[in-house]
């Protein structure tokens, strides 16, 4: 059995890299603007929770007369490339110890971001190797199985024994069902509560990761 993970919303909260990007952006604008850090911080968490991610910037910096094509581009910039402050909670930690290697990482995202925030989750580790899929084009992305490919040539295994524990049912899981693989959903973050088309969810749901551990073991007694 070859475990692979996901790594926002399934290794740890994304919330905590969105809201560690805002208060770079906030602690740049004050520098360069003039606008006080904390309520710029506070507006950007509030924007994110009344409309989304779509225009938070240019939403932000209109009021003070700051929504340039090169201001929103420099706080894009700084939100992407800044170095995060996240915390891997301590029972993920845990769990990522005691399981059978090898372990994988497959991620979707910009390569800088993601790399950032591997390190800064301390994440290199647990892991034999983590494919952060837009390194090989973004036409590898998700459903793309193309990392998954490479993991499986790796291992040289069947594509049944390969588990995908990821979070989006939009992308994570319908191409690997197809293929045999097991999928497991972790129904936390933003995509909890998604119903997802047919076809397109994982054989397995559960509500947190924690409980991955027991349904290996179940897995494991029913075989």
Same mark, same amino acid.
């Given at each position: 059995?070859?475990l692979?993970?996901?790594?926002d $919303?399934?290794?740890?909260?994304? @919330?905590? *890299?969105? +809201?560690?990007?805002?208060r770079?952006?906030? /602690?740049?604008?004050?520098?360069?603007?003039?606008?006080?850090?904390?309520a710029?911080f506070?507006?950007l968490?509030?924007l994110? $929770?009344s409309?989304?991610?779509? @225009?938070i *910037?240019? +939403?932000?910096?209109?009021?003070?007369?700051? /929504?340039?094509?090169?201001?929103?581009?420099?706080?894009?910039?700084?939100?992407?490339?800044?170095?995060?402050?996240?915390?891997?909670?301590q029972?993920?930690?845990?769990?990522l110890?005691?399981?059978?290697?090898p372990?994988?990482?497959?991620?979707?995202?910009?390569?800088?971001?993601?790399?950032?925030?591997?390190e800064?989750?301390?994440?290199a580790p647990?892991?034999k190797?983590?494919?952060?899929?837009?390194?090989?084009?973004?036409?590898?992305?998700?459903?793309?199985?193309?990392?998954?490919?490479l993991i499986?040539?790796?291992?040289?295994?069947?594509?049944?024994?390969?588990?995908?524990?990821?979070?989006?049912?939009?992308?994570?899981?319908?191409?690997?069902?197809?293929?045999?693989?097991?999928?497991?959903?972790?129904?936390t973050?933003?995509?909890?509560?998604?119903?997802?088309?047919?076809?397109?969810?994982a054989?397995?749901?559960?509500?947190?990761?924690?409980?991955?551990?027991?349904?290996?073991?179940?897995?494991?007694?029913?075989?």
């Open positions: 059995m070859i692979i993970f996901d790594l $919303d399934t290794l740890y909260d994304e @919330r905590q *890299f969105v +809201e560690s990007g805002f770079a952006v906030a /602690a740049m604008a004050q520098q360069r603007w003039q606008l006080d850090a904390a710029g506070q507006r968490c509030q994110l $929770d409309q989304g991610r779509g @225009r *910037f240019d +939403e932000w910096l209109a009021p003070h007369n700051l /929504a340039t094509k090169t201001n929103i581009s420099d706080c894009v910039r700084r939100y992407r490339l800044h170095k995060p402050a996240l915390t891997l909670p029972a993920h930690r845990h769990m110890e005691s399981l059978p290697g372990l994988y990482i497959v991620t979707d995202g910009h390569k800088i971001v993601q790399q950032n925030k591997v800064a989750l301390g994440l647990y892991f190797r983590m494919f952060i899929t837009h390194r090989f084009g973004i036409k590898h992305a998700k459903p793309s199985t193309y990392c998954f490919e499986q040539k790796a291992e040289q295994c069947r594509w049944q024994d390969l588990v995908y524990i990821g979070d989006n049912p939009a992308k994570d899981f319908v191409n690997l069902n197809k293929k045999g693989a097991q999928t497991v959903r972790i129904l973050g933003c995509h909890k509560d998604v119903q997802a088309k047919p076809g397109y969810d054989k397995t749901r559960l509500h947190t990761l924690t409980e991955l551990m027991p349904q290996l073991k179940g897995n494991r007694n029913n075989a």
